[in-house]
């Protein structure tokens, strides 16, 4: 049998050949342009007749994003492809998981439809689950939800002297816990209310830093004004300049140099390409993908 075909939406091409070479695949190649309307013209080179293929896209700002996926993936099924998979490293519409008001549309639950019915599997990372507790929940489809936080240990370990892990609000609490054990360092997790949804209050009281590196530690960081908010109420307490990690950096609107800005320095893992993405996991999701795809 031909080993499993990686296939990149435009962006991912890195994240395709990492993860084809660490899980025993190859790499294929999808041609994409706009026609002058803004359709979508899509070509896949070669015969994909009868292979694995796993089409890899980071969906990170979904809405330019989705009907080319979608028509990728309903091509290469046309073509004669054996079983198709979703490499989303960052996974999109998690946000509206209730119906808060009357008449919304619960996106999490549609957009799960959309991708279930396109796809055989699906693997991502830490995608932002809240009132769900697994994937498996509104996907129909074998959805594998990856953690990084060992990776964001290690390099916090290697790259950060005598770390301090905050947590931005309690939720996070557990899961700060858990990265904190990983690199033997000490957490604490602050108190926020968000005013909507780019306004939040942070309340700081009892913690204190010492000689310790502050690090803000949070799963996604889109708005950046939790991150913000965070560093503003914690400057009296910080005799060393912070560091903010996370594992999705989406950065809205510069959101990124605005914490550089405050005098951060920022790691985020490669779930969305950037400047600021020095930390690979690429080794975390070959395995699961290479088992997926068996």
């Not at 993860?19 to 070509?43: C, M, Q, S």
């Not at 994003?65 to 054996?82: E, N």
């Not at 000689?211 to 913000?228: H, K, M, N």
Request: with cysteine; hydrophobic share 50%.
């Amino acid at each position: 049998m031909s080993p499993p075909l990686f296939i990149a939406l435009p962006g991912n091409e890195a994240m395709a050949q990492s993860v084809a070479g660490l899980a025993g695949g190859e790499t294929g190649l999808l041609e994409t342009r706009a026609f002058p309307d803004g359709e979508t013209y899509l070509r896949f080179a070669g015969d994909i007749a009868g292979r694995d293929v796993a089409l890899v896209c980071t969906l990170a700002r979904p809405n330019e994003k989705i009907p080319p996926l979608l028509f990728a993936a309903a091509a290469t099924r046309d073509l004669g492809a054996r079983r198709i998979g979703l490499v989303a490293p960052y996974l999109c519409y998690m946000r509206q998981d209730a119906r808060f008001h009357p008449g919304e549309a619960v996106t999490s639950r549609h957009f799960a439809a959309l991708v279930s019915g396109a796809f055989d599997w699906l693997a991502t990372v830490d995608p932002h689950l809240h009132r769900y507790r697994a994937l498996d929940e509104i996907y129909a489809i074998p959805a594998q939800a990856l953690h990084a936080g060992p990776a964001l240990a290690r390099w916090i370990a290697a790259n950060v002297e005598r770390p301090f892990l905050v947590g931005p609000d309690v939720e996070s609490a557990q899961w700060v816990e858990a990265v904190a054990k990983f690199c033997g360092a000490p957490f604490a997790t602050l108190r926020k209310r968000r005013l909507g949804d780019r306004a939040v209050e942070i309340d700081p009281a009892g913690i204190a830093f010492g000689d310790a590196t502050p690090v803000l530690l949070d799963d996604i960081i889109s708005s950046g004004r939790t991150i913000l908010a965070a560093l503003a109420a914690l400057a009296p307490q910080m005799r060393r300049p912070p560091v903010v990690v996370a594992v999705h950096g989406v950065f809205a609107d510069g959101a990124d140099r605005e914490i550089v800005a405050a005098g951060a320095r920022l790691a985020v893992t490669n779930s969305v390409p950037g400047a600021a993405s020095l930390i690979d996991i690429a080794q975390l999701l070959a395995p699961a993908v290479a088992g997926l795809v068996r």
